[in-house]
Every structure is written in structure tokens, then in C-alpha cells.
């Protein structure tokens, strides 16, 4: 069966054949592949074809595809078993590991996905100040647990109105959204707000509207108004979260969350996320305190132990000045390109994630990455795909390099970028 066979019989029993949106293709166009399988940098799909994958499954495969460590780890742990529903010591392992990495977190409690990371974050950071008002930004993205599937409204309380059907509009109505970046607009909202803020939550480097790194004060201002008004501070650092260093953003930048949310590179390609702060707050949640959060597969011996593996090479292998370089070798090179061919474009590099937005002049807000061309960004993401190339398949996406992404694996997919951008020239 092709992808294309394939993709039709899907579309028979799963919704748009596929269990997440965003890899049916719908923001580039055409047939998704069907991936058989990954090695290293490298995917194939069901026609056989060969890709360069800078997805990486949307950001958890640092170490790119069946590292040796991951697999030897996860086949021991199905040897034993891959499911108990009661404590082990690969969680409490785990635990040590991510509350070391993070010192923010005293206590970390792992669930089974981004959303429901931030879904819990959200129902602490509300019991911990008995408040219900949360803030978010546009162009961010949390998961979709209801009171986070907003966009920003009308209105002088930039009151947030449901972003799909389904959402009551009375679950919103407690979620602000104010714009990415925009600290005068931020620091006025909590100045008159402030008091009934229960949480600010934040990618601290965006990169759901593509990568849009913070301005310069706009995470000082969000810890700063959040210490004032007695709010808590909450990162989702779901993908940030060990893919700078070996910790999260918040060591770089130096500003230290109340609550951090986890994911992706923290499960190793499995299920698992993880959310965390001082015990103080963690305490809260049962069975010690009162809030109620759960989950049958939480803190799963298979994705803890993917997820200890991904996090000892990361450790003992310190690879981030490397992944940076590489990242910077296949962005820069790509704007370049485009560049010699006449074609306007802003390419945002944040270490080893990036983003090519085919516009003019820089990129710092969803307003921005509004204006860019998405259709020219389609045709470049075919163009590449069809020289064994695999970019998101969304210009509103981040791409991301592993530690399997060689020096000249990079240069490869460069060359194949500079052929796919001659064939865009007009
Ligand atoms: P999940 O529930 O998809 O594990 O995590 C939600 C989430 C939370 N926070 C951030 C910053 C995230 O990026 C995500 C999920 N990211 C998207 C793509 N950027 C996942 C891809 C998908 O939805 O299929």
C-alpha cells in the first residue's frame, strides 16, 4: 500500500485519516506520507522513498531515530512488562533527573502529553492563588485542553472567545490573550488586572506560530508583573524543555518560572510530559493536597525509560553546541539561497530549532508570521520533499535537527534546498 492507498483507507475510520491535524498536509497541500520507519536523520514511507526528517516527530527526537541507547532501553523494559498502574523506581529515577536539570522544580509530577501538562499547571496555579484569570499570548499554543484553545478577542479585556466549537464560552471567559512580545500592552493588561491574575503562561521561545524568540524584557516583565500581583509564572517548555541545553530556557535567560511544563524530548518519542515547581505548590495536588490530576499510563516504565536514556546521552554527551551549528548551517544556508534568487525571507534560528518564513523584515509576532507567504512556503516544503527532504508540513511550525544530523547529512539536504529554491524563482 502507497500513502496514497494508504491515506484513503485511513480516511475511512480516522477523522481526516490522521490523529493529529497538523500531519494531514492541510497547510502545505497533497498526500501525507505514511512512514514505515526512522533511522538516525533518516525516515522512509510506505513508497519506500528516503527523507532527510527535520520534524524529528515534532521536536522529541533530539537523538534522532532508534538510537541505540533509547531502543536497548525500552526492548529491557518490555522484557519486564510495560505496564503496572503502580510506582517504580524509573519514575522516582526520572524525577531525580528532571527536578536536577531544572532547579525551579522541587517536586515534578509526569503525565501522558504537552496538554495535559499544561492543563494541570493551569488547575494548580488556580487552587495555589484562589484566582481564575489566566493570560496567554497569541501565536502560543498550550494543547488543546479547553481553557487553553482560545484566541484572542475583542474587547478591552482582550476576554479570549473559544477557538473551535465545543469550547464553552464560559470556560474561556477566565483566559486572556494578549499579544506575543508586546510588553507595554502586557504590563497595562496587568496593571489593571493584575490582582485577579491566577496564572501567565508562556513559551518562553515560541514555536507554534514558528520560531519567534522573546524581545528583550518581555520574560522579565512577564516574571516581574507576575512577582507583583501575586501570580504565578508558568513556562511551556514542552519544546524548549532540553533542546537548548540540558535544562530548559530558563537557565539561558536567567528567569525562573514558578511552574515549568515538559514534553516531548522528555518521553524519548514516547508518551510522556511532565509539569513541576516548588514543593510548596506541588503539594497541592493529591494524593498530599487537595487538587485532583491523574492518569492510568502516567509515569509509564516504557516512556520513563526512553525518557532516562534520552536525557544520560544528552548529559554525558553535551551535544547542543553541535546541534546549534548544524541548525545554523541549514537555516542560514536556506535564507541565503533564497536571498541570491530574489526571494524575500526571514529565517528565525533559536539553537537547533528554526523556522524560514518567506517574508521581508523581521519576525517577532503572529501579526508578522500572518504576513508571511504561506503558498511560497508550500511550494518550497514540495520542492524539498520531493528531494527526499521532510520539513513541517505547516510554515507555522518549528524545524529541529538531532545528534544523528551530520555535518554532511546537512550539507546534503542544503544542496537539495538550493535546487528546490531555483525552482521557485518566478
Ligand atoms: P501534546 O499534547 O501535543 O503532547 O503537547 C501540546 C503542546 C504544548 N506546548 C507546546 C509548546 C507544544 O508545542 C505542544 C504540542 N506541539 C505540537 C506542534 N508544535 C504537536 C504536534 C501536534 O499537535 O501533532
Request: glycine share 12%.
Amino acid at each position: 500500500m502507497t500513502s496514497e492507498t494508504l491515506f484513503e483507507e485511513a480516511k475511512r475510520v480516522i477523522p481526516g485519516g490522521v490523529n493529529s491535524p497538523v500531519r494531514a498536509f492541510g497547510r502545505v497541500g497533497g498526500t501525507p506520507r505514511f512512514i514505515e520507519r526512522g533511522r538516525g536523520a533518516y525516515l522512509w514511507d510506505a513508497d519506500g522513498r528516503k527523507y532527510v526528517d527535520f520534524v524529528l516527530s515534532w521536536g522529541p527526537l533530539i537523538l534522532g531515530h532508534c538510537h541505540p541507547d533509547v531502543l536497548e532501553a525500552l526492548m529491557h523494559q518490555a522484557s519486564l512488562g510495560t505496564s503496572y498502574g503502580a510506582p517504580t523506581r524509573l519514575e522516582v529515577e526520572m524525577a531525580r533527573m528532571v527536578c536536577e536539570a531544572f532547579p525551579s522544580m522541587e517536586k515534578v509530577r509526569f503525565v501522558n502529553s504537552g496538554t495535559e501538562a499544561l492543563m494541570s499547571a493551569v488547575r494548580l496555579a488556580r487552587a495555589a492563588t484562589g484566582r481564575d484569570l489566566v493570560v496567554k499570548f497569541d501565536g502560543c499554543y498550550h494543547g488543546h485542553s479547553d481553557c487553553l484553545l482560545v484566541k484572542a478577542g475583542s474587547g478591552v479585556l482582550a476576554q479570549g472567545v473559544p477557538d473551535c466549537p465545543g469550547v464553552p464560552g464560559a470556560v474561556v471567559s477566565s483566559t486572556v490573550v494578549l499579544s506575543y512580545n508586546d510588553t507595554q500592552a502586557f504590563e497595562e493588561f496587568m496593571g489593571e488586572h493584575g490582582r485577579e491574575v491566577a496564572a501567565v503562561v508562556v513559551e518562553p521561545v515560541a514555536g507554534n506560530m514558528g520560531v519567534v524568540p522573546p524581545e528583550r524584557g518581555f520574560l522579565e516583565s512577564a516574571r516581574d508583573q507576575t512577582r507583583r500581583h501575586g501570580a504565578l509564572l508558568v513556562f511551556d517548555e514542552v519544546i524548549t524543555g532540553f533542546r537548548f541545553c540540558y535544562g530548559g530556557y530558563q537557565h539561558i535567560s536567567g528567569i525562573t518560572p514558578d511552574i515549568t511544563c515538559l514534553g516531548k524530548i522528555v518521553g524519548g518519542g514516547l508518551p510522556a510530559a511532565a509539569f513541576g515547581a516548588k514543593a510548596e505548590i506541588m503539594n497541592l495536588l493529591a494524593p498530599v493536597g487537595p487538587v485532583y490530576q491523574a492518569g492510568t499510563l502516567s509515569g509509564n516504565p516504557l516512556a520513563m525509560a526512553a525518557g532516562i536514556a534520552t536525557l544520560r546521552v544528552l548529559r554525558e554527551q553535551d551535544p547542543y553546541r553541535e546541534l546549534a551549528r548544524n541548525m545554523a548551517v541549514f537555516a542560514n544556508g536556506i535564507g541565503q539561497a533564497a536571498r541570491e534568487a530574489g526571494i524575500p525571507v526571514t529565517v528565525n534560528v533559536m539553537g537547533s530549532m528554526a523556522t524560514v518564513f518567506f517574508t521581508r523584515g523581521p519576525v517577532r509576532g503572529l501579526a508578522d508570521v500572518e504576513a508571511a507567504d504561506t503558498a511560497l512556503y508550500a511550494r518550497f516544503f514540495h520542492a524539498m520533499l520531493d528531494r527526499g527532504v521532510y520539513l513541517a508540513p505547516s510554515p507555522y511550525e518549528a524545524l529541529f535537527v538531532s545528534t544523528a544530523h551530520t555535518p554532511d547529512i546537512i550539507d546534503r539536504a542544503l544542496a537539495a534546498a538550493h535546487e528546490a529554491i531555483s525552482s521557485l524563482s518566478p
